[in-house]
């Protein structure tokens, strides 16, 4: 493929309303994002991904946006954000937004217009449905029914995530066009590109037919007729023409479900988009064949690696670089996540106890990864002077930035190291633009080869607590770079330590 500016990056996903408080209210901002761009400056990153910060009643967090070019005030003003934009840019950091056009808030001027008044034009920028029953079995992303009835009208709206999130009607040509216009406008602005929610939900099987039921609940899993529907490709390639295109920009998609064969189409030479996120590695703690959720240890450094020097984009998300953990909660009460609400309640409908729904939740609740991000070791973690909105895990007064950075052998400088090591090193045109093949090992290792016509890298990853020995691909090789300070290796093979993540050349 040809080569592209945005291949040299190292992007970092920050979730701004847990990121830093500026002003005390409990709630992260964008002030407090430019307030630490010189701690994302120092660890090495290049791009910093927004999660939404758009006007919204925040029932899903700020993925239910009630106006696409305002910002909530919680977060800010559009002067907070120019700031971060230029502060940035200073520092050679780019600046990704979170762009959530599959479904609007419920809140959002134009479903309310389409509740006021079904014969105006924003009726159709949705997906209703008359009728004095709901349409079809399909289940929500998020538990329940699709379809919410309409007050006083025998009339459904439609929903794949949360009922206070309607889809919008991709079939709708002025509301592409409406949907185009803002995003170019958001371009225009400065911005470096977007991360793309769930993009691929936006075409439906429209004989909106019955599903076999897959659950307690009578229901059927509605991606299987509303992700990666036949048809979307035109959609996709509409929005690429009339705003990416036309921008020097990049475009990372949240499409799950696109098989391999599919991936050309999506981020080939003229893909749709730049980038794609494959989420069937997201369920890697999983023991296969077990109880749900049954988690498999793994480490944070040699599991950090191993991603890290795969061919494509590294993408860090926010306390990743600390080594930060789960949290422990003792009640429902104490989650806001609206997924993790429905899951427990699922959880309860298929003849789970209270307990082991909770248990479960806690293991995979996206609130995990929404915990404040602790700075340092004082109340709150240095977060916040007020109340976190979501509390603090119970770890931060021994995991925090300040306890890691300047020390050797913690998580943050190996990450720092690892991001030099990538980004400005002797072999990063190898390790950012080079091929990739697998390479056979033995059980619990994991390996591969990133090289060039020139060179050749072999990278090294064993995932057992024990020593594993693997033959060397050539005679000469060296270690170029680890997680352990050691490599034992006599010229034929080589002993890899539990954990240990290791690359390897041929001596020169």
Known sequence: ??????????????????????????????????????????????MLWICPVYQSPMDDNGYDVSDYMALAPEFGDMDDLDEL????????????????????????????????????????????????????????IFGGSVWEKVPGRDEYYYHTFGKKQPDLNWENEELRKVLFDMVNWWLDRGIAGFRIDAISFIKKDLTWADREPDGADGLAKCAKATRNMPGIGEFLTELKEETFA??????????AGVPYEKMEEFIGENGYFDMIFDFRYADLDI??????????????????AM???????????????????????TSMDQFNDLSSIDQYQRSLE???????????????????????????????????????????????????????????????????????????????RTLIEGN???VGSGDDVIAYRRFTEEESIYCL????????????????????????????????????????????????
């Open 1 to 46: 493929m040809t080569k592209k500016w945005w291949q040299d990056e190292v992007i970092y996903q920050i979730y701004p309303k847990s990121f830093r408080d500026s002003n005390g209210d409990g709630i992260g901002d964008i002030r407090g994002i430019t307030e630490k761009l010189d701690y994302l400056k120092d660890l090495g990153v290049t």
């Open 246 to 255: 036309r921008h020097k920009c990049v475009t990372v998609a949240e499409a």
């Open 461 to 508: 990853f064993n995932f057992s607590g024990e020593e594993r020995t693997e033959t060397l691909p050539n005679t000469g090789m060296v270690p170029i770079w680890g997680n352990l300070e050691e490599t034992d290796m006599d010229g034929k093979t080589i002993k890899l330590q539990p954990y240990q993540a290791v690359l390897i050349k041929e001596n020169e």
């Open 350 to 428: 298929e003849g789970l106890t209270e307990e082991e729904a909770l248990r479960i939740v806690n293991l995979r609740s996206r609130d995990n990864a929404r915990t404040p991000f602790p700075w340092n070791a004082e109340k709150y973690g240095g977060f916040t002077e007020g109340t976190p909105w979501l509390d603090m895990t119970e770890e931060y007064p021994k995991i925090n930035a300040e306890e890691q950075k300047g020390k050797t052998g913690s998580i943050y400088e190996f990450y720092k190291e690892m991001i030099a090591f990538r980004q400005h090193g002797p072999y990063s």
């Open 85 to 140: 934009i230029r502060e940035a840019d200073k520092r050679d950091i780019k600046i990704m937004m979170d762009l959530v056009i599959n479904h609007s808030s419920d809140e959002h001027e134009w479903f309310q217009k389409a509740l006021e008044d079904p014969e105006s034009r924003y009726h159709d920028y949705y997906i209703f449905k008359e009728g004095t029953k709901r349409p079809n079995n399909w289940r929500s």
């Open 436 to 438: 990739i093949e697998p």
């Open 287 to 304: 023991a296969s064949g077990s109880e749900w959720f049954k988690r498999l240890p793994w480490t944070v450094k040699m599991m950090g």
């Open 307 to 329: 991603y890290f020097f795969l061919r494509g984009v590294p993408f860090i998300y926010q306390g990743q670089e600390l080594g930060m953990v789960n949290f422990e909660r």
